[in-house]
């Protein structure tokens, strides 16, 4: 069965700190992975990777994919409130995102 | 462009009625999807739509029907109504299936009591 499993569950941390999340994938057919932010509504996309150690960045967030190892990281470095939110990671099996749970992102002030 | 509306943004349904969850999209994407994320969980598929006259089942497909006579529209219908059922249910779109991103619709939080 694809799964996909997000760690740590929840995070908090200090403003200005930088975090890592964790996104472990076992699909059966991959083709690409997805980082979403969902902050109370929707989730927005950030980032799509399909080739290993090719690095995405957008300002402060960065992403990088190991197909080898099957995981992906999300950095968020200089970390603000306004990043405070759930951070998805889907992963394409088969023409169907499968999504993990989650990492719940909170940044004090 | 108002990119993916839906309706209603809440409802509470009693066990055993019925009711249609509507979504449009005005970017002329081929690709729909209606989801449903529980507390604490991620999202799952119910059904997605390659396109006006095809639908097919994702991976929560029962309780739950679909048609897409039109590019735009994509609604989700609920029968019976089950306090299963209780979640946040998403509608997203996008242009090329899972190639792009696809965008979200600001979600219906639907109970059933």
């Known amino acids: 069965e694809d799964k996909v499993v997000q760690s740590p569950l929840s995070l908090v941390v200090h403003e200005g700190d930088t975090v890592t999340l964790n996104c472990s994938y076992e699909?059966?057919?991959?083709?690409?992975l997805l980082w979403y932010k969902q902050e109370k509504k929707a989730p927005t996309f950030l980032f799509m990777l399909?080739?290993s150690g090719i690095e995405k960045k957008s300002g402060r967030l960065s992403s990088i994919l190991d197909k080898k190892e099957l995981f992906s990281i999300l950095n968020i470095t200089a970390t603000q409130t306004g990043d405070s939110a759930v951070y998805l990671c889907a992963v394409d099996s088969n023409y169907q995102l499968i999504w993990g749970a989650g990492t719940k992102l909170i940044i004090k002030p | 462009n108002a990119g993916v509306t839906q309706t209603p943004k809440f409802r509470i349904l009693k066990i055993g009625q019925s009711m249609t969850l509507q979504c449009t999209q005005d970017?002329?994407?081929?690709?729909m999807y209606w989801y449903r994320q529980d507390p604490g969980m991620g999202l799952k598929l119910i059904y997605y739509s390659v396109g006006a006259g095809i639908t097919d089942k994702g991976e929560v497909p029962n309780g739950y029907n679909v048609s897409r006579s039109t590019t735009e529209d994509f609604p989700l219908r609920l029968e019976l109504a089950a306090p299963s059922q209780t979640s946040v249910y998403f509608c997203a779109s996008s242009y090329s299936g899972t190639k792009n991103e696809q965008f979200f619709g600001p979600g219906t939080r639907l109970t059933v009591l």
């Open positions: 699909v059966t057919n991959f083709r690409s």
């Open positions: 970017m002329n994407h081929n690709y």
């Open positions: 399909t080739s």
